[in-house]
């Protein structure tokens, strides 16, 4: 965020900087004032109607609408990478409407609007983290009533959650969520951090840069503020735990990063790539090579 | 070596570019143009006009156009340029009983003041494909009739009902400022007007559905169609610097008023009470399912067991908007390696411990069998 947020004509497209109109961007900024107030509550607020469609992203574009200034530098991944076909076509978005910069490095970036993955490289003080979210309730799929779930977090009422998970490791001997792995953030409220897998819940704790999540079909905002407690929930005898690979990426050797696995051909070929493009290319410009390389 | 699969500015590009070959088809065909389908697609332009809650024909019909027919993706277009518009305030509340009628039957009355009037209606048309039309024959010119434009020559029949007190009032206008979903998150539960707003804007299909499903015991509301009523109305507007209403013109709309058995309770006698349904244009199927599906959200407030689908407001308001809907149904093809690669890891560990499991001797462990039951 910079603090030139006075800018508003953006040159030749007709529309205003970063496409919203500056009542709606105070109205999202409220939101998300309160969200910041009240770590991991869930404000609502009145979604507009974007121009791509809801499910892919457009609650994240609208926080990244309001919050960006003419000085950002915006980098947007999708699945970890600046090339993915949505994550390209939101880049463009702001590139058209706001003219900002653009870059695909994590440490250059100053607002970062990503889906399902947290970037490898640690964030830092200053820099904005905005998630795309499709449900922002983490109890929905226990409770489908919001008039229900929003008494549940009044209540801190979670038990609900913590059966759900006690009878995963019933049933499997594992508590079964993979990803959008649900955390308590500030001691307080149980918040859904967006379909990332749990792999990355760590690094949102007592993390040096805001993180702002926005749902837009459901109309929701929410916030981490910097340095805030998040714990993943667990129980003393089943302690939460991160997926581990077997192996690093075949292109960078990066150990401890999240692997995507890439099918070479019909005969069981497969090598496993680095999820995060920036953290790889950045690995390999620095002479890291992976097996495969 | 891995060959990058993920996708890339000129993939997109490219793609826009065949879309837009795509779309206009043959090109020894002749191009359609905004006007033909304004005119001639009437009916398809009133539904995006309606679900995209922006009265403009013109501008539903350039959409239907772009979106090569697609309804959603049309009202998409619509909304998506809607929501850009400034507000610069709302107008005087429609009379309807005022409205310049194309057509005005009732169900409940034979005859009745202003008389039945069938206008343009598919209705008791045989549905025999018309091959004269193959080749744009004209049709024969239509028969006249004087315009009834005299609210007190064809008054609603809801209000005739209701001088006798046989149907239930309509709440009196308290001037209070009505809610606006676009620009306020829905509260549940959510008032009338908001509710009658999120199914004005719903998908056709998904409401006529809900109506349909009233009618088939899930739900049941006797209903009765008191009236539809379709015409042009006029739009008033009180400018704050005026301070008395001016004319803006004049919409397109159908009404219905659907009239549905209530057998009283201790405080209210037995009477009649009201679903209702507004569209633009001429949209009957749409505003009678729509007044269907109005009386049945209205269960909680008459005192009914909110039991069914059609009755549970969260249900029908989270779901009826097609844009929302379509929006996260096809997000389903955005990549989703990163969730998938997870559950894979969880399934082969799963599988790995049951093959393992499978390959030991049994040990019954009673600890373990408590906390598995």
Same mark, same amino acid.
């Given at each position: ?148 779930? /929003?008494?549940?977090?009044?209540? &801190?009422?979670? +038990?609900?959650?913590? @059966?759900? #998970?006690? *009878?995963? !490791? ?73 997926? /581990?690979?077997?192996?690093?990426? &075949?292109?960078? +050797?990066?150990?401890? @990063?999240? #692997?995507? *696995?890439? !099918? ?30 | ?373």
């Amino acid at each position: 965020m910079s603090p030139q947020g006075t800018v508003t004509v953006s040159a030749g497209t007709g529309y205003n900087f970063a496409y919203l109109d500056e009542g709606t961007k105070r109205m999202i900024r409220r939101a998300i004032l309160k969200a910041i107030a009240i770590p991991g509550y869930q404000v609502p607020f009145a979604a507009r109607e974007m121009p791509m469609p809801y499910g892919w992203g457009t609650g994240g574009v609208q926080v990244t609408a309001a919050i960006l200034g003419a000085a950002d530098v915006l980098k947007v991944i999708d699945q970890g990478a600046d090339d993915t076909t949505n994550a390209v076509s939101i880049r463009r978005f702001f590139t058209a409407t706001a003219g900002v910069a653009t870059t695909t490095r994590t440490a250059e970036a100053t607002v970062i609007q990503t889906r399902h993955r947290i970037p490898e490289a640690p964030l830092t003080e200053g820099q904005v983290l905005v998630y795309q979210v499709p449900i922002p309730e983490p109890l929905r799929f226990l409770e489908p009533r919001e008039t229900e779930t /929003r008494q549940l977090h009044a209540l &801190a009422e979670y +038990g609900l959650m913590h @059966v759900k #998970l006690y *009878e995963d !490791i019933a049933r499997h001997g594992h508590i079964a969520t993979t990803y959008a792995y649900p955390v308590e953030v500030a001691g307080r409220y149980v918040m859904d951090p967006s379909p990332t897998p749990k792999f990355d819940n760590p690094k949102m704790d007592d993390c040096p840069a805001l993180q702002l999540f926005g749902a837009g079909r459901e109309k929701r905002i929410y916030a981490i503020p910097p340095y805030t407690q998040v714990r993943s929930l667990d129980f003393e005898d089943h302690p939460f735990r991160v997926q /581990r690979f077997d192996r690093p990426c &075949a292109l960078c +050797g990066a150990e401890g @990063v999240y #692997l995507d *696995e890439v !099918i070479l051909d019909d005969a069981g070929g497969r090598m496993f790539v680095c999820s995060d493009t920036d953290h790889c290319e950045t690995r390999r410009a620095d002479g890291h090579t992976g097996e495969a390389a | 070596m891995y060959v990058a699969v993920k996708g890339g500015e000129a993939a997109i590009d490219n793609a826009h570019r065949l879309l837009a070959e795509v779309r206009r088809g043959d090109p020894a065909v002749p191009e359609l143009t905004v006007a033909q389908i304004r005119e001639q697609m009437r009916l398809l332009v009133d539904r995006v006009m309606t679900e995209g809650s922006l009265y403009d024909p013109d501008l539903a019909a350039l959409a239907l156009k772009q979106a090569r027919g697609d309804v959603v993706e049309a009202v998409f277009l619509v909304r998506a340029y809607r929501t850009t518009l400034p507000r610069f305030g709302a107008t005087e509340p429609l009379d309807t009983g005022g409205m310049t009628l194309a057509r005005r039957i009732s169900a409940t009355f034979k005859d009745l003041p202003g008389g039945q009037v069938l206008g343009p209606t598919f209705d008791y048309t045989h549905r025999l494909v018309d091959f004269a039309l193959e080749d744009g024959a004209d049709p024969a010119p239509a028969a006249e009739a004087k315009p009834e434009a005299d609210a007190a020559a064809c008054p609603r029949v809801t209000d005739l009902l209701g001088q006798a007190g046989l149907l239930e009032p309509s709440p009196p206008d308290e001037g209070a400022p009505v809610g606006d979903l676009t620009r306020e998150p829905v509260d549940y539960p959510a008032d009338r007007a908001l509710r009658l707003q999120g199914l004005a804007r719903g998908d056709e299909g998904f409401i006529l559905a809900l109506g349909y499903s009233t009618q088939r015991g899930y739900g049941r509301t006797h209903p009765f169609v008191g009236e539809i009523r379709v015409g042009a109305v006029e739009l008033e507007f009180t400018p704050e610097e005026l301070g008395f209403p001016v004319s803006l013109g004049t919409v397109d709309l159908t009404e219905c008023q659907m009239i549905n058995q209530f057998h009283g309770s201790g405080a209210v006698p037995p009477q009649f009470t009201r679903g209702y349904g507004l569209v633009f244009g001429q949209g009957e199927r749409k505003a009678m399912a729509m007044a269907l599906v109005d009386r049945s959200l209205r269960a909680a407030e008459l005192g009914e067991a909110v039991v069914v689908p059609a009755q549970d407001q969260e249900f029908v308001l989270a779901h009826c908007d097609s844009l929302q809907a379509t929006g996260f149904v096809e997000h389903m093809k955005l990549p989703h390696y990163v969730d998938f690669q997870a559950e894979l890891e969880l399934v082969r560990r799963l599988r790995a411990e049951h093959a393992a499991l499978a390959a030991e001797p049994v040990q019954d462990d009673p600890t373990l069998r408590e906390a598995a039951e």
